[in-house]
């Protein structure tokens, strides 16, 4: 599990193993703009302010990627125990 805030809502979760962040914010009442959730489409994609994404779309680059500061909230998880989201 890791910790997520999401800044402009204020609010601090954990995403357990088992939920995506986008499940993970739904539970504190944060709806994210969903569509393919599979890493596809783009449409869940958020801006990081802190921490490290686990990236695991295929809509980003890879270069989009290694700047870490945005992330799709449908399936990416985190590398670092803690994600600021722009959100
Ligand atoms: Fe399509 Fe997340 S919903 S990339």
Known sequence: SFEVVAERSGK????????TIVEA???????????????VCG????????????HR???????EKADNDQMTLCCS???????VLDI
């Not at 914010?25 to 890493?39: D, F, H, T």
């Not at 994609?45 to 921490?51: F, I, M």
């Not at 779309?57 to 890879?62: A, H, N, S």
């Open 25 to 39: 914010l739904a539970e504190v009442g944060i709806r994210v703009k969903v569509s393919c959730e599979q890493g």
């Open 43 to 54: 449409s869940c994609l958020c801006d990081v302010l802190e921490g490290e994404p686990d």
């Open 57 to 63: 779309d295929v809509y980003l680059t890879d270069d």
């Open 77 to 83: 998880r985190a590398r670092s125990p803690r994600l």
């Open 12 to 19: 601090t979760l954990t995403v357990a193993g088992d939920q």
